[in-house]
């Protein structure tokens, strides 16, 4: 469940297409002040409980055929359980909304009539297909949909906003990438019970002469589909230390960087894994680069963009009642329903 995801939830076009149904309602204070900026209210419990009880809705389609029902009593650490965890989320974008509105015009952000329209049709037909049983569940009403994808819509777009400003420079010693193909004989097998077990020593024997002739073959791929092994790829950065590899780790890495273009490596053993034989395709791998480049980009404007965004709540006296956000439970199950032309009918 990642904050992404809940961030995306709920565009127009998706909210209009979710259809659930539910099993009844807590009873609640729809006009209850729930969080408070200075003295005044800025979210009731019946909008805050509508925004989780809707991502709730989310993600019991996606999830409960995973984790089951006890899906949100599952334990997530330091963060409680799977409900608590997605409640301070949910809290935390509702946050992020009021900010975005308060310094929206301050990126000249605006919806457009197009996207007023959009949105206001998507919340009438969100309201007219689904059942009375969920829209009760979720204390959904047609303002509470409208105003939470308006308020998701400002918050996306100022934040694209935001991110464009950010000054960002990616150094070469950053973005250039390696790239090596490899195969990796392990030195266990699942044996008739599903354990993992250690190959014996006749097998083990096997295993070397088999990476051996990998790693002296003239031809490594002809030599691989031979043998019948699978043949991985993977690129790491060009200027980092080998100790700083986490996937291959820094035997393997430590000895790709010996290599020139096209060359083979002898047999690496890592213990507890196998065997690694690996071949460099190109010790500057253009499109690689080009991606890696890409990536630290992207994630250097979302940390500008994340720092402005803490800078604007910070400003603020955010304060969420808690023993009101406590009676919002996600203990009764949403169930989708699936839609034909002519009928209706519950999963």
């Keep these: 469940m990642t904050k992404k995801f809940l961030a995306t939830c709920v565009s127009a076009s998706l909210a209009a297409s979710m259809l659930f149904t539910g099993c009844g309602s807590d009873k609640l204070d729809s006009s209850a002040s729930l969080v408070t900026v200075g003295s005044e209210t800025i979210v009731d419990l019946g909008y805050g409980n509508f925004a989780a009880k809707f991502n709730q809705a989310v993600y019991d389609q996606i999830y409960v055929s995973y984790f089951g029902s006890v899906m949100w009593d599952q334990e997530m650490g330091e963060e409680g ?3 608590d965890s997605v409640k301070k989320q ?19 952000v605006a919806l457009t009539e197009e996207q007023e329209s959009s949105i206001a049709e998507a919340a009438k037909t969100f309201m007219e297909k689904n059942t009375e049983e969920a829209l009760t569940q979720m204390g959904a009403t047609e303002e509470y949909a409208v105003r939470y994808m308006k308020e998701q819509t400002v918050a996306n777009m100022l934040r694209k906003k935001v991110e464009a400003e950010a000054e960002v420079s990616i150094s070469d010693e950053e973005a250039i990438q390696s790239s090596i193909s490899y195969v990796l004989y392990e030195s266990t097998k699942t044996d008739d019970s599903g354990n993992s077990v250690d190959l014996s020593k006749d097998e083990l024997v096997a295993l070397r002469t088999s990476a051996t002739a990998l790693a002296t073959a003239d031809d490594f791929d002809a030599e691989a589909e031979n043998q ?20 291959l780790g820094e035997t393997v890495i430590a000895e790709a960087k010996k290599l020139s273009n096209g060359q083979t490596s002898p047999v690496i053993e890592v213990e507890g894994k196998g065997l690694y034989v690996v071949r460099m395709d190109s010790v500057e791998d ?10 630290l980009e992207k994630d250097a404007r979302s940390s500008y963009y994340n720092d402005k965004l803490k800078e604007w709540k910070d400003a603020i006296d955010w304060k969420v009642d808690d023993k009101q956000w406590s009676k919002v439970t996600f203990k009764k199950y949403f169930t989708s329903v699936e839609t034909t032309d002519e009928t209706t009918s519950e999963e």
């Design 286 to 295: 253009d499109e690689a680069t080009a991606t890696k480049r890409e990536n």
């Design 90 to 108: 949910i809290l935390d974008d509702l946050e992020t909304y009021y900010v975005s509105g308060l310094h929206a015009a301050d990126y000249d």
């Design 228 to 247: 019948g092994v699978t043949v991985s790829t993977y690129s790491f950065t060009k200027a980092a230390d080998a100790s700083e590899d986490t996937t």
């Design 81 to 83: 359980t799977m409900e």
